[in-house]
């Protein structure tokens, strides 16, 4: 069973910025895909930076150029590296992995932000922005 354990998270002023950290366990090989989401009360699920096993990433248009998504293999540890942080940013924070090569709802490929490419999550890490 895999397990994703996240942290860094906390309160940090607008234009400030933190790095989140998720640790991962329970399977020997890499994840073909590994994100982070976050969630506001009230609203969906909201993937922001996601990375493949080959390095490749994707970014939400409202983080691209603030956020970075790294991965150490070695560690079995995915980060996100958040900078000139807003208080729209003001969520919880879930980090998520899957293994699978390509996941499909109906005929559509889900793509590598959408909350259903995934099926281990972490309990989450919130972070706040104040103004």
């Known amino acids: 069973q895999v397990q994703l354990v996240e942290s860094g998270g906390g309160s940090v002023q607008s234009g400030g910025s933190l790095r989140l950290s998720c640790a991962a366990s329970?399977?020997?090989?890499?994840?073909?895909?590994m994100g982070w989401f976050r969630q506001v009360p009230g609203k969906g699920r909201e993937g922001v930076a996601a990375?493949?096993?080959?390095?490749?990433?994707n970014y939400s248009d409202s983080v691209k150029g603030r956020f970075t998504i790294a991965q150490d293999n070695a560690k079995k540890t995915l980060y996100l590296q958040m900078n000139s942080l807003k208080p729209e940013d003001t969520a919880m924070y879930y980090c998520?992995?899957?293994?699978?090569?390509?996941?499909?709802?109906?005929?559509?490929?889900?793509?590598?932000?959408?909350?259903?490419?995934?099926?281990?999550w972490g309990q989450g890490t919130q972070v706040t922005v104040s103004s």
């Open positions: 990375i493949r096993r080959d390095g490749t990433t």
């Open positions: 329970g399977y020997t090989y890499s994840s073909y895909y």
């Open positions: 998520a992995a899957d293994y699978r090569f390509r996941v499909k709802v109906g005929m559509t490929t889900v793509k590598a932000l959408g909350a259903r490419r995934y099926n281990y």
